[in-house]
């Protein structure tokens, strides 16, 4: 399949894996409507796209709130006619062992982790349905794969949302395809709302030594959404080499 002149939404698109796909699927001719809560970043990704040729929008987008992500999509249909995937890609993980009782940060991640992903695709199903095409593409983790202390809670809304997509691939039909894309270590902020200073200090020290890039994450988001209409790539695992 060309994605050349596609349209796909990112989430989470200001930095680390949102930023990067954005980037790299508009280096292949998608057109790329990029959401994220600072909207000064969005605004200088888009910028970057269009001084390479690209063509991007963007939107202010908090996805705990559902009007944000149907607004996004409605922006998306607005400026380019369709769209063709949906990139759930935003997400926090501000982690800590389940005594620390940082209820708080178990409600954030439940919002953003879970109900951001649904609002999203909540949003998006019905121009799909209505194309008669696409292509949903979660962010999940790792973290719900192998499961380590202090990883809880965000690892279970991980797999929250890994069961879900399960559940949607299978509800879809021949119209719709369903990826999760799970990263390992990546260079991002990742641990920039991890509160907990030894949590914290661990997971940068582990992401010194061995973290990718997020452009690998990209990659594999664009490697699923080039495949023939009729081929789904269901789940893709991505992570570093020396990741135990």
Known sequence: MR???TVAIITGAGRGIGRATAV????????????ARREAEIAAVASE???SGG???YKATDVTERANLQALVDLACARFGRLDVLVNNAGIGPISRF???RVEDWDAMIDVNIK???YGIAAALPVFHRQKSGHIVNVLSTAGLKILPTMGVYAATKNAIRTATEALRQEAGAHLRVTEVSPGFVDTDF???????DV??????RKREFAIGPDAIARAIAFAIEQPADVEIGSIVVRPTAQD
Do not use: F, M, W, Y
């Not at 790299?24 to 959401?35: D, E, F, I, N, T």
């Not at 641990?191 to 200073?197: E, H, P």
């Open 99 to 101: 005594d620390a009782l």
């Open 55 to 57: 063509q991007a929008a």
């Open 49 to 51: 796209i269009e001084a």
């Open 116 to 118: 951001g992903v649904l």
């Open 3 to 5: 994605i050349e002149n």
């Open 200 to 205: 914290r200090t661990g997971i940068e020290k």
């Open 191 to 197: 641990a920039d709302t991890i509160r907990d200073l």
């Open 24 to 35: 790299h699927l508009a280096s292949r001719g998608v057109k790329v409507v990029l959401g």
